[in-house]
């Protein structure tokens, strides 16, 4: 079981993989790289793929994950995270409930939930959420159409809350310090870091840039 210390340090730079923003690197190879360079976390994400494959997927990631002691999350499907044996599930807003996902949950399962204000913040610490997700901060290719949090926002939601809130949304190497200082503990990337052609630089220079 993870300690709340633990969780923060393994939430510090959190890679969410990418079939489309991939460049054509498969997902295996992308998640290696990455934590080659530093990545502390590694997601599962996947708007389109079929259940079976989501499942087959995330045994070959958890694998690589567990090979390096990194943390292993899928996003959205708690059913494909709770199968493969991940480490846990990441909910936004508009997936299964906080409330109906603790139950199903085993202990020491981690729930991470997405956050763009603060009483979703509030009600997701009150609801027993492990962490936040943050953002979108600066806007991303990912989700064209979301709307932006900004920075202001996230250091009110890192005020409001004792999670660990990790930034997500737009973040590269020059604008990582801005969230970081607003009380961020981590940052959550896709494109900064498998739309590289150095996957495993991309990472280590955000690493580098967080305590």
């Known amino acids: 079981m993870v300690t709340k210390e633990q969780l923060k340090e393994k939430l510090k730079l959190y890679v969410i993989l990418d079939r489309k923003l991939g460049n054509g690197v498969p997902l295996k190879q992308q998640a ?3 934590i080659a360079g530093g990545a502390t976390a590694i997601q599962l994400r996947d ?5 079976r494959d989501y499942y087959q997927a995330a045994l070959v990631i958890r694998d690589v994950c567990r090979e390096n002691n990194v943390l292993f999350i899928v996003n959205d499907r708690l059913d494909v ?3 493969a044996e991940a480490d ?3 909910l936004g807003q508009e997936d299964l409930p906080l409330h109906a996902a603790k139950k199903l949950a ?3 399962f981690i ?3 997405s956050a763009v204000n603060v009483e979703q913040a509030r009600l997701a610490e009150k609801g027993g959420a492990d962490y936040l997700g943050v953002g979108d901060v600066f806007g991303t290719a990912s ?11 996230l250091k009110m939601i890192c005020q409001s809350t004792s999670l660990p809130c990790v930034a997500i949304g737009g973040i590269n190497v ?5 969230v970081l200082d607003a009380g961020a503990i981590g940052i959550a990337v896709i494109s900064a870091v498998v739309s590289q052609k150095d996957i495993t630089g991309a990472a280590k220079a955000l690493r580098e840039l967080i305590p």
């Open 32 to 34: 290696q790289l990455a």
């Open 47 to 51: 708007k389109e793929m079929k259940g």
């Open 81 to 83: 995270a709770l199968a």
């Open 88 to 90: 846990g599930v990441h």
């Open 106 to 108: 085993p202990p020491g």
């Open 111 to 113: 729930i991470g939930i």
């Open 143 to 153: 989700k064209p159409d979301a709307k932006l949090t900004g920075v202001d926002m």
């Open 174 to 178: 020059n604008n990582a310090k801005i």
